[in-house]
């Protein structure tokens, strides 16, 4: 018997920053899975799988109002740019010429400053498999040079994987770093912990940060906290007498992927299982540390530790390390990365 194709549909979502109507889309496979995207922010609202019974869950958390989408700093589901990450001082220097940015995160640039591509509404067209975002950004938006073309596609296939696609092309030499920030909960968003969720990274060095949660230096993993080499439970050493857990309060730092740039997931209370497979060089962990939102989805509260998100992305403030891979993007060069959240049972 043949499979029913996937379903896309949409309805009106909450006012834009501007007032303009925004909508949000639902992707539904034939087995009945689905996410929900709205073009408020490029952001994923629900990803809802079936657990080890066959019950449809929802593993990310969102929020329930216009204000949570315009005005949390947690940045829930959202398609973050133009550079992800921190930028110390909000200040690089791009073919020697200086930039400043906006500052919106104590001394710091924070994932596109104060209005960022979070904030935005993107125009959104329907595709075969999903829905594709585009956003173009003015030279001089946030601080950066060069106009940016952005485009997004999301899809979601049968075998409940969900396809994120990144492209974008500029007419100015300048910086992008784009990633999504949903935060994902195994046990169900409603939970409020995801202490018991178990991560595998295939890492072998995290990067450690000064007091600003600005990138420092490369470590081994070895002996450390941040050893997910094998499976292991978030909260098992997240309250280790650690200097970097004194600073980030938990984990909120960039493993540097080995050659088969992988993470694994796994909710033992569901049995839900989530792949992350990508191009990008760099997953950013961070485990809500500092959450608290009261108007979550379906009036939810969340607080520290309530979700993990798995960032892909380029080196964080690249721009200030010459010793690293650059994040700089030429004019007329194709920006173009993946990643892949594959969900199964276990």
């Given at each position: 018997m043949k499979s029913k194709p996937i379903k896309v549909t949409y309805t009106p979502f909450l006012k834009g920053i501007d007032g303009e109507t925004t909508y949000l889309y639902r992707i539904t496979n034939s087995k009945g899975a689905y996410i929900e995207l709205t073009n408020l922010g490029a952001t994923i609202t629900s990803i809802v799988v079936p657990d080890r019974n066959g019950k449809l869950t929802d593993v990310t958390l969102s929020y329930s109002n216009r204000e949570g989408f315009l005005e949390s700093d947690c940045y829930f589901g959202a398609s973050v740019g133009r550079v992800a990450?921190?930028?110390?001082?909000?200040?690089?220097?791009?073919?020697?010429?200086?930039?400043?940015?906006?500052?919106?995160?104590?001394?710091n640039h924070l994932h596109g400053g104060v209005r960022s591509f979070s904030r935005r509404t993107w125009n959104a067209k329907v595709t075969p498999k999903g829905?594709?975002?585009?956003?173009?950004?003015?030279?001089?938006e946030e601080g950066y040079p060069g106009t940016l073309s952005v485009d997004i596609s999301f899809s979601f296939d049968d075998s409940n994987s969900l396809l994120i696609d990144y492209r974008a092309v500029s007419d100015e030499d300048t910086l992008v770093n784009l990633t999504n920030h949903t935060y994902f909960s195994l046990s169900g968003e409603a939970t409020n912990s995801i202490l018991d969720n178990q991560l595998k990274i295939d890492a072998s060095s995290y990067i450690e940060v000064d007091p600003n949660m600005i990138p420092t230096v490369s470590k081994s993993v070895v002996?450390?906290?941040?050893?997910?080499?094998?499976?292991?439970?978030?909260?098992k050493d997240i309250a280790a007498d650690n200097a970097q857990f004194h600073i980030a309060q938990g984990y909120d730092h960039s493993f540097i992927l080995n050659e088969s740039k992988t993470a694994y997931a796994y909710s033992p209370k569901t049995g839900?299982?989530?792949t992350c497979t990508t191009d990008y060089p760099i997953l950013h962990i961070y485990t809500s540390n500092f959450v608290s939102?009261?108007?979550?989805?379906?009036?939810?509260?969340?607080?520290?530790y309530s979700g993990f998100c798995f960032e892909t992305q380029l080196?964080?403030?690249?721009?200030?390390?010459?010793?690293?891979?650059?994040?700089t993007l030429h004019k007329g060069e194709l920006y173009h990365h993946f990643t892949r959240f594959s969900f199964t049972t276990k």
């Open positions: 990450g921190r930028i110390a001082y909000g200040h690089f220097t791009l073919n020697n010429k200086e930039y400043n940015l906006a500052i919106n995160n104590g001394v829905v594709k975002m585009s956003l173009i950004s003015p030279s001089g002996d450390t906290p941040f050893d997910f080499r094998k499976f292991k439970e978030i909260g839900i299982y989530l939102v009261k108007n979550g989805k379906h009036n939810h509260s969340y607080g520290r080196y964080n403030d690249a721009v200030n390390h010459p010793e690293w891979p650059q994040y």
